[in-house]
């Protein structure tokens, strides 16, 4: 079946730009999770969603990030106002309500900003 | 707070060597423990996971045991193969999986 997809694959934008990354979950998976993953660092928690809700925001760096969730399917990871510091790899990922604690991982979007 | 501190990297080992890749935890509660692994061009995998104090996680040969004594999840494989290259996360989640805390990752190259 189809994993984690994520889009774009890449992304090169101008500092200052908005920019939107896209999730598409394991169908049926309720959980959906977002990550950055900075050059040689560890993943650092973004935000949850359980359903299209997101109990905790607390790990979004800034107040130019946002994110949603429609359908409790796609997300989409929004970074206004881009600074050099936002590049990183931005990874997605999905989990069951059955199996609630094994997080099924996207491929990644590379954000470069320049 | 919550965090996972893990060796650094790389580690390069020669096949069929023993290896140990450190990790240590700060939980408050009782976390949930895991080991993911990043192959070269691919995604994050779970590669295996202990749930509660004492608990061994298996797969491919690896192993890590949950020791809540001295807060560590060390992962381990008795003979490593040049396949196993990859990087390896130590992560944990707390009972209601809504947050996980991944640590830096340590890079394990194997050479023939």
């Known amino acids: 079946g189809a994993g984690v997809s994520q889009s774009p694959s890449n992304k090169v934008t101008e500092k200052g730009k908005d920019v939107e990354l896209r999730c598409d979950p394991i169908?049926?998976?309720?959980?959906l999770y977002w990550y950055r993953q900075s050059l040689g660092q560890g993943l650092e928690f973004l935000i949850y969603?359980?359903?299209?809700?997101?109990?905790?925001k607390s790990g979004l760096p800034s107040d130019r990030f946002s994110a949603e969730r429609t359908g409790g399917s796609v997300s989409t990871l929004t970074i206004q106002r881009t600074q050099q510091e936002d590049s990183a790899v931005y990874l997605c990922?999905?989990?069951?309500?059955?199996?609630?604690?094994?997080?099924?991982f996207g491929p990644g979007t590379r954000l470069t900003v320049l | 707070g919550n965090s996972v501190t893990q060796m650094e990297g790389p580690v390069t080992l020669s096949e069929e060597a023993f290896l140990t890749i450190n990790c240590t935890y700060t939980?408050?509660?009782?976390?949930?423990l895991f080991w993911y692994v990043q192959y070269p061009g691919e995604g994050l995998q779970l590669l295996l996971k202990?749930?509660?104090?004492?608990d061994k996680g298996s797969n491919k040969g690896f192993e890590a045991t949950y020791r809540k004594e001295t807060t560590s999840f060390h992962l381990e494989k008795g003979s490593v193969q040049v396949s196993d290259s990859a990087v390896y996360f130590c992560?944990?989640?707390?009972?209601?999986?809504?947050?996980?805390?991944f640590g830096s990752g340590t890079k394990l190259n194997v050479k023939p």
């Open positions: 202990a749930t509660k104090a004492d």
């Open positions: 169908s049926g998976h309720t959980a």
């Open positions: 990922a999905s989990s069951s309500m059955t199996s609630t604690d094994t997080q099924y």
């Open positions: 992560a944990l989640a707390l009972y209601n999986f809504n947050k996980f805390y």
């Open positions: 939980a408050t509660g009782y976390p949930s």
């Open positions: 969603f359980q359903g299209n809700s997101a109990p905790d």
